[in-house]
Structures are given as C-alpha cells and as structure tokens.
C-alpha cells in the first residue's frame, strides 16, 4: 500500500460514518486500493456487506482459480459464497482441457454484465461454441480477445450465436499480439454484426480489414445505418477511402470515432516525393469519393486519427471532407511518426474549418526531429480557441512561452516525454488564464516554472511526475529551489522528482503563514507581506518507508523542528559532508526508499523547496 500526507484533511467524524448508505459506502470503496478493502469490510457490520460487493464484484480467474472453483470437495470456497456479488469477471490462459468447466462457471455467476475472455481453438472447437449464452444473456459488455489462433474464425457464425443478447451494447473484438492473422473483417461481418446485436453503442475492432471492392461500392449506399452507435474504434492496419465512407453512411450517430492502427508496423517512412504525389492524386483519390454524399459524421465530436496507415492511406481525407460539409470537431487525437508528416497537417488544417472549433487536442509524437524543423509550435499556432491541450513528443523540445502565446485561452496544459524551455522570457511575460498544468517524465528547469507562476496567476492544479531538473547550484549547495512567488494552488501533486539520475527524497514545502486564497496581482503587495515581519510557513517531508505495527508501507514523514534544524545545518555545508559520506559504505543508498529512521542518509542526494504564496493541498508521493 502506497499512502501520501494529505495537508489540511481533517478527520473523519466517526458519527457521521455510521450514518452512511450501504450505495454510499460501496462507491467510496471503489476509490480504495484492494488491501485496504480488505481491512475496511472487518471495521464493523454495517461496513462488511457493501465492501464485499466491491471486493468481489470485479475478479480475473486464471486456470488455477478454476480448478478450485470447479473441485467437488471445494464447494464451500469463496467463490461459491460470493458468487452472486460478481458482475464483471475475466477469464485468462484457459486451456481447451479446462474448457468443460465452462458451463460449471455458468450455472455459478448468473448476474454477469461484463466478460472478457480469450479466444482459442483447440480441440477443434471455439470457446464460443462451448458457452450457452442464453444462461449469460444480462450481458451488456463483451470483450473477446483472439490470440495464437491459426484457423480462420467465421465472424458471422460467432455473431449469429450472440445474438441472444438483447442487451450487450458494447463489445470488443480485438487481435492483442498479432497472432490471428488468418482472421479479417469484411464489411458484411459488421453489416451481421449490427443485424444480430441492434442495440450496440460501442464497437471496437481490432483486426484486420478486407478491402472493399469497387462492385460492392454501389452496394454501401443501400446498407440500413445504425443510429445507436455512438462510439466505434477500428485498430486496425488496414484503412482507405471507402471503408471511411462504409464507416459515414453506417453510423450518422457517431460521436466518437478511432482509427488507429499497430504503430509498430507504421515503417513506411514519409518523404518529400512521396508527398509530391500525394497532393497531385489527393483531389482524384480523396474528395471524389464523398462527392456523393448529403452528410459526412454529422455528429462526431471528436476523433483520434493516425497520420498515415501502414497501407499509405493518409487521415488529411478527414480533414478535406470536414471543409466541404462543415462539420465542426471538438475533441481532436493525432499520431504523428515523422517530422514531414507534421507539414503535411499543417498545410491540410490551415486550409480547413475544423481549428476555429476545435476545444481539446492531444498530439502524439513518435520518431521525430521537430527541434530541426520548428513545426510543432506552427501547428499550435492553428488552433487559437483551444481549452486544453496535451503533448505527448517523444525527445521533442517544447517551448512553453510559445504555447502560451499561441493558445491564450487555454486552460488545461499537459506535456510528457519531452523537455521543456524558454524562449524570449522577455517579451512573453503577460497574464494567461492557465488553470491546470501536468507535466510528467520530462526534463524542465526552474526558470520555467517561475515563469508560469509569473504569467498564469491563476493556476490551482499542478501536477509534477518523474521530472528531472537541471540546475547548476545544486551541487554547491544541494538544494533546488522551485519559486513561484504568485501562485496560490488548490492542489499540488509531487511525485519522483530526480536530479543527475537520483530520485529526491526531501521535500519543503514554504508559503506565507495565515494568507487566504484571494489573488495578489501586484509583486509589491506580496513583498510587503514578508517585509511587514509576517511569518513564512515551512513543512519538511522525507519520503521513506515506515514498519509500524510490522506493516511495510511507503509514507511522506513529516521531520520535527529539531530535525528541520539539523537538515538546514547539513545544506550549509553541504560539499564537505556529502563528500565525506561518499565514502561511507552505510550511508550509501540502496534501491527504493529507506526506512524512517535513516532519513539521514538521503540529504546527501540534495533536497527541493517549493515556494508558494499560498497552497491548500498537497500530495507527496514515492
């Protein structure tokens, strides 16, 4: 279990947890980590029947669990007992001798509305075909999984026995490994798929697509649409033109469409020839294919595209159709691979209707080289109304001052897998409304989160995960001081904070003593505050490992005055110490955290202030 100090959570008051519904005590119980479920359902009578309904109300059985289960002199077991408490349940690794213990499972729970399990083909027959799925027709999510198969599995026959599930509204038919190569779905197996389950909102389809031909084309426009689906996900590595335009006329419901293929197999580089050809046959191979059409995804809302699919198919379509009929996107998810294909929607958007719109945008670089081109802040600069913003750019520079600039509304900002700098501090430091701001495993340095605390005076949340700061003081004196002088935060999130590939395991935390949350927007206000003689705030937490009442557990300990005291004297001379305890071989660190009591021996790997005007909560985790 992995618990974190919380500041300024009171106590519960325990009258008003007897007072609790069992609904209300089960869903805070979703929130709570398994063991502590656990622990929670022995606190008194009133708590056990709503924590066993979480407890078991999710449960993975592997082959072991089900040679328990299904043993005549185990029907007493746990599971047994609790079986009318399990609605989701996920079978794994079965084995075709295991596979007659299937209707043992059936009879057992009867209340499931959600299965997942792995299609095999082993003594010739499919799992499929060994379930009575009238006993299972509660069933409203369906996830089946088909993995090292080599005989083709007919889709049709496998839908037709579904088919007595009035209520499944959601499944998932996927390839996890690539293994079940010689199973493909034609558009007549989704055109099944719909006549045998007519009520499905959700469909994900991992596996590979049979290409549409030209005779079938005339048939597409015939085909009877499904209105109730709203989302559809097809991972697939196969995608053109006319499955997008089976994909239009089947769902003109659809408010959230994925197209995403294996990335691994994305190896077909971009280049600019290729992109040559590509703009002289785009009008011919891309815009004449939905001249027919009276709509193109009325309701879609948002999409996650791929730039280019395996087979050479490129997303720009999308945005070429949304022009010509207007749609409009809010929510927007694009894969990136290489720098050129970042030109290619550049050039694409800045022609299209769909950035005046767009709201909330994720971008995912793979293999690119933008720091070469500057492309990515090109492609920000298109979209001037978003609201929330996510990069995800493997070895990318970010230049925060320029997102900023660019989207001046935005109020959620979050970057992973890259580095983060400043350009211009300068001319850029003027107020911005950035409420929220997530950054995880990057490299980022102290100037830039002065800055932010500068200009987006506003911000409550800020999260921090698996950073790594770059400063030079910090071998002088050890310490690495974040100061954002005017950000009073709701919540601050820390975790793994690392500087020259160590983890930091001290954290202070200092703010202005007795200060409330109303905004100071004037640099001399809050200076005036500390010169008037008002007293600073200061916390001191070592993130360390604790054996109270023998039950390992990671905590943030909370060191006393006299320990603060010591810690401030160690960082006034810090280079002879850590120097001298080099040398010691019982004071160098092993892996993972140490236990309370040594919380000595990680000063010498440096400590982080954190200096606020004001914070609420904050969170300090391993």
């Given amino acids: 279990m992995t618990s974190f100090y919380i500041k300024g959570l009171e106590c519960l008051d325990i009258k008003m947890a007897e007072k609790l519904s069992p609904n209300l005590i089960s869903y805070i119980a979703t929130f709570i980590p398994k063991a502590d479920q656990i622990s929670c359902s022995i606190v008194c009578k009133k708590w056990t029947q709503p924590l066993l309904n979480v407890i078991w109300s999710k449960i993975i059985l592997s082959q072991r669990d089900i040679d328990n289960i299904c043993n005549k002199y185990g029907q007493a077991n746990n599971y047994w007992k609790n079986s009318h408490r399990v609605w989701a349940l996920t079978l794994t690794n079965l084995p075709s001798n295991r596979a007659i213990f299937l209707p043992i499972l059936q009879q057992m729970f009867r209340r499931l509305s959600y299965l997942e399990y792995t299609e095999v083909y082993q003594d010739k027959r499919w799992i499929v075909d060994s379930l009575n799925w009238n006993l299972w027709n509660s069933l409203t999510y369906l996830n089946v999984t088909l993995e090292y198969v080599d005989k083709s599995l007919v889709l049709m026959e ?201 709201k909330i945008m994720t971008l995912f670089v793979y293999k690119s080289s933008f720091s070469k081109c500057g492309n990515l802040a090109f492609t920000i600069s298109l979209y001037p109304y978003l609201a929330e913003l996510n990069i995800n750019a493997i070895h990318t520079p970010i230049e925060i001052n320029n997102i900023l600039v660019h989207c001046p509304v935005l109020q959620k900002l979050g970057i992973e897998n890259s580095s983060v700098y400043l350009d211009n501090l300068s001319t850029h430091t003027y107020p911005h409304c950035l409420k929220k701001l997530n950054l995880a495993h990057l490299e980022v340095s102290t100037q830039v989160l002065n800055y932010i605390s500068i200009c987006c005076r506003g911000l409550k949340t800020l999260k921090m995960s698996f950073l790594k700061f770059s400063d030079s003081s910090f071998e002088e004196n050890g310490q690495l001081l974040v100061d954002m002088p005017f950000t009073q935060l709701d919540t601050l999130t820390v975790r793994e904070i690392l500087f020259d590939k160590h983890p930091i395991h001290h954290f202070a935390i200092e703010q202005l003593k007795g200060l409330t949350s109303s905004l100071t927007t004037n640099h001399k206000e809050l200076t005036q505050h500390i010169s008037m003689g008002e007293e600073l705030k200061f916390s001191w937490y070592h993130l360390c490992q604790d054996k109270t009442n023998r039950k390992l557990r990671s905590i943030a300990w909370g060191l006393s005055r006299r320990d603060i005291e010591f810690a401030k004297r160690y960082y006034r001379d810090f280079g002879r110490r850590r120097r001298r305890e080099k040398k010691r071989k019982d004071m160098r660190r092993s892996n993972g955290l140490v236990l309370r009591r040594f919380w000595k021996r990680d000063l010498q790997y440096g400590m982080i202030l954190f200096r606020f005007r004001f914070i609420k909560d904050y969170y300090i985790t391993p």
């Fill in 158 to 358: 496998m839908f037709e026995k579904l088919s007595v599930l009035r209520r499944l509204s959601n499944i998932t038919i996927e390839d996890a490994r690539n293994t079940a190569k010689n199973t493909t779905v034609s558009w007549l197996d989704i055109e099944s798929l719909h006549q045998y389950l007519p009520r499905l909102k959700y469909l994900k389809v991992g596996l590979i697509l049979t290409p549409i031909t030209d005779a079938d084309v005339e048939l597409l426009h015939c085909i009877p649409p499904a209105y109730t689906l709203t989302r559809a996900e097809y991972s697939t590595r196969y995608m053109d033109d006319i499955w997008v335009l089976y994909l239009s006329l089947k769902y003109p419901s659809l408010q959230t469409l994925r197209l995403a293929p294996y990335y691994t197999d994305c190896t077909t580089p971009t280049t600019t020839e290729s992109i040559r050809l590509y703009e002289k046959e785009k009008p011919i191979s891309s815009i004449h294919t939905f001249l027919t059409l009276n709509k193109f995804f009325p309701n879609l809302t948002r999409a996650d595209l791929c730039w280019k699919s395996p087979n050479g198919w490129k997303s720009s379509v999308f945005y070429d159709v949304f022009s010509k009929f207007g749609t409009s996107l809010v929510h927007l998810n694009v894969y990136l691979h290489e720098s050129l294909d970042i030109q290619l929607l550049n050039s694409t958007i800045d022609k299209s209707r769909i950035s005046k719109g767009l």
